[in-house]
């Protein structure tokens, strides 16, 4: 085989150079991008560079047989390209290979072998022919076998249309550079088999085409490759903008760029922080935080607590976290900023929920203690009163008259101490399930007594009681709701001008409910504040100076009695506070006063305590009757295993055996004496003692200190069978 040069052949073999940088480039991004195939990209160029060389070779041959032989060789090739072009399709689309794609491939090769080894596509006779310029070339005859071209053209355009419809939208572009290529590559194989036949003097493209095909692939692969960047960016921007904590990509001096929620977090101006200088964030830190802050731009990570003011805003309580930037990354430091701002005011309150909680246990508590020696003081300061009574005619005057006032005195501070014991309780005495039929009058006056030590200092209090029905309801609640408007009525007054303000309490009955109003003359509420004082957590006081809960929890009460509460107020005027409650039903009624027989005969009484002292003083009161001590619940049921008593006064708690476990154990062996059991208590500590006292009813128990005359009626009542 002899070869010259063919001046049409250069322009080939410029070709295969292009083709093969082509290869070399496709080959480089599949070995950078190993996850996505180039397969059938890399193949189409291979065939081009092979194509090329052939051609070149069939121009620039001076033997016929070695040129028609190069002709069936490029003939041959072209079998492959239908199928490549469909898997090219369906790999950019993301489709698995389909049937028709594989057979496309798998029926290429004997297609191949065809076209080498037998004349049926190219045949002869060779002829010598000439380009458009006048350059002598061999081209062959076409055989029989050329007429299936066309429908396999067809066949393979329609297939192609095929798999582009089905294509995901994002690939969209790929329609048109697909058509493109089809109509080149077509367009150029059928003008150099028409040259080739010597029907058309012309010179030959096809090998340009291959050219144009990798120019196609390599824009569609950067346009396939700025698309999955743009998806990438907007997910993780959707990401980030999604997240409820604040990111902010920082350099050296800028804020390189900012998600919504720390724009939205630090409200700043034009919507964005993208561009806004380091020194606009750190403006915002509070000068305490200001070095840490500038740490953790350094090479701190955090997390930090800090306060931010951002502008027009109220402070913020930040947790910042920070990490170096991504490698490639513009920036140099992310900052991860969440507002826990909430989360410590949370924090506050629970605290303040569980320091209030603390508070009513130890009052609970502090009650119980005090009872129990206050009952004794009590009961012997009223013996000592009855006793100077009895022996003042023999004593001088004025040893009788001091007598008398000191022992008054005493009854009178005892008297002081068990009602502070009684509001300590009653405070304390704050769940469901304890409502009786409260008297609205009382509840206010030992709500005024507690508070009395606030208010005097702040205004005078008026009271102004016309009878209302009793309310059914918890005491203790009532005396939360009621004690917490009084002691915000003082508040909105200036403390150091007494006497010239009022705090106004009222009752009176509206249509059959019981009306209280409590007023101040204090400095009001604004009409833009006052539809919001019944909102949780809101308040106008100074910072740890209120919760915010005191209305809306008091209001929550009311409501769930069935009543209202209602706020009138003018700034410069004062406020007052209306709170409407049903009456209590008739079987809600305190029970009557126990009532004593005419002529109380003497009783057989069993006295049950463990305090000593109490005991003691319970006898010297009912010294009328025979009275027994026992200090234990075991001594006591060994007593009554001997003994008939008419009365049992028995402890409601004691540390061996409690009044509640020994009443069960004569319940439970069936002895009548335990109809006759009257409880003492100083407080009730446990859900079961409320639930047992409930359980008997309360003409069966008695809150300690107890009266001496309440005392001797309680002993001479008729008691009631088991």
Request: proline share 5%; with cysteine.
């Amino acid at each position: 085989m002899t070869l010259e040069v063919h001046p049409e052949a250069i322009g080939t073999l410029l070709a295969i150079g292009a083709l093969v940088f082509t290869a070399i480039r496709q080959c480089i991004i599949w070995r950078l991008d190993p996850g996505k195939t180039h397969l059938p990209w890399v193949l189409i160029t291979a065939i081009g560079i092979v194509f090329s060389v052939t051609r070149a070779i069939h121009l620039m041959s001076t033997d016929a047989d070695t040129a028609v032989a190069m002709i069936r060789i490029q003939f041959a090739l072209a079998m492959f390209l239908p199928g490549l072009a469909l898997a090219t399709i369906e790999v950019l689309s993301g489709m698995p290979m389909s049937r028709l794609t594989f057979a496309s491939l798998l029926g290429a090769l004997p297609l191949q072998l065809l076209c080498v080894a037998t004349p049926w596509l190219i045949g002869g006779p060779v002829e010598t022919h000439h380009d458009l310029f006048g350059h002598a070339y061999y081209g062959a005859r076409t055989g029989w076998m050329m007429a299936l071209v066309v429908p396999i053209c067809a066949g393979v355009i329609a297939a192609m249309r095929a798999r582009l419809r089905r294509s995901p939208t994002k690939v969209a572009r790929l329609h048109r550079n697909s058509r493109i290529g089809v109509f080149v590559f077509v367009a150029c194989g059928l003008h150099d088999t028409l040259v080739g036949a010597g029907v058309v003097s012309s010179i030959f493209l096809l090998e340009y085409a291959f050219v144009a095909f990798g120019v196609i692939a390599a824009n569609f692969e950067a346009h396939g490759d700025a698309l999955a960047l743009g998806e990438l960016e907007s997910r993780y921007r959707h990401l980030a903008d999604a997240t409820r904590e604040g990111v902010a990509l920082c350099g050296d001096r800028s804020i390189l760029d900012a998600n919504r929620a720390l724009t939205d977090m630090l409200g700043a101006p034009g919507g964005s922080l993208r561009g806004r200088p380091l020194g606009a964030l750190g403006a915002l830190v509070v000068e305490s935080d200001r070095r840490a802050f500038d740490e953790l731009l350094g090479a701190a990570a955090g997390p930090l607590e800090l306060t931010l003011h951002p502008p027009d805003q109220t402070p913020l309580v930040v947790s910042i976290k920070a990490t170096p930037a991504p490698a490639g990354s513009p920036g140099t430091r992310v900052l991860l900023i969440r507002d826990v701002t909430g989360e410590r005011e949370l924090q506050a309150r629970l605290t303040r929920a569980d320091r209030l909680a603390a508070i009513g246990t130890l009052a609970a508590g502090t009650a119980h203690e005090i009872n129990n020696p206050l009952t004794f003081v009590l009961a012997n300061a009223e013996l000592l009163k009855e006793t100077v009574a009895g022996i003042r005619a023999d004593l001088p005057p004025a040893t009788a008259a001091l007598a008398t006032e000191l022992v008054d005195e005493i009854v009178s501070g005892g008297g002081r101490i068990r009602r502070v014991v009684q509001d300590l309780m009653a405070l304390a005495r704050d769940r469901r399930g304890d409502e009786i039929a409260v008297d609205i009058a009382a509840t206010l006056d030992r709500c005024i007594a507690m508070a009395n030590s606030q208010l005097r200092h702040h205004a005078r209090v008026v009271k102004t009681y016309l009878p209302v029905p009793a309310v059914y309801a918890s005491e203790g609640r009532l005396f939360q709701v009621f004690l917490n408007l009084i002691v915000n009525a003082g508040q909105a007054i200036v403390e150091g001008h007494a006497e010239a303000n009022e705090i106004r309490v009222a009752t009176r009955t509206v249509d059959g409910r019981a009306v209280i109003e409590i007023a101040d003359t204090g400095t009001g509420i604004d009409a833009a504040t006052l539809p919001r004082i019944f909102e949780p957590y809101f308040t106008t006081k100074a910072v740890g100076h209120g919760t915010g809960l005191g209305l809306s929890i008091s209001q929550g009460i009311i409501t769930a009695l069935g009543g209202t509460i209602e706020v009138a107020s003018e700034v410069g005027v004062g406020t007052t506070v209306r709170i409407s409650l049903p009456a209590a039903p008739a079987s809600a009624a305190e029970p009557a006063p126990r009532a004593a027989a005419p002529n109380p005969p003497r009783l057989r009484v069993l006295i049950v305590d463990d305090e000593i002292s109490v005991a003691k003083a319970l006898a010297r009161m009912l010294q009328a009757h025979d009275v027994e001590l026992a200090h234990s619940g075991r001594t006591a049921f060994a007593r009554l295993q001997q003994q008939r008593y008419d009365v049992v006064l028995c402890d409601l708690m004691m540390p061996d055996v409690t009044g509640m476990e020994l009443h069960a154990q004569l319940v439970a062996a069936g002895d009548e004496v335990a109809g006759r059991f009257v409880f003492m208590t100083g407080g009730v500590a446990t859900q079961a003692a409320r639930d047992f006292l409930d359980g008997i009813g309360p003409e069966r128990w008695v809150k300690k200190p107890i009266p001496m005359a309440e005392l001797r009626k309680l002993v001479a009542a008729p008691r009631v069978p088991a």
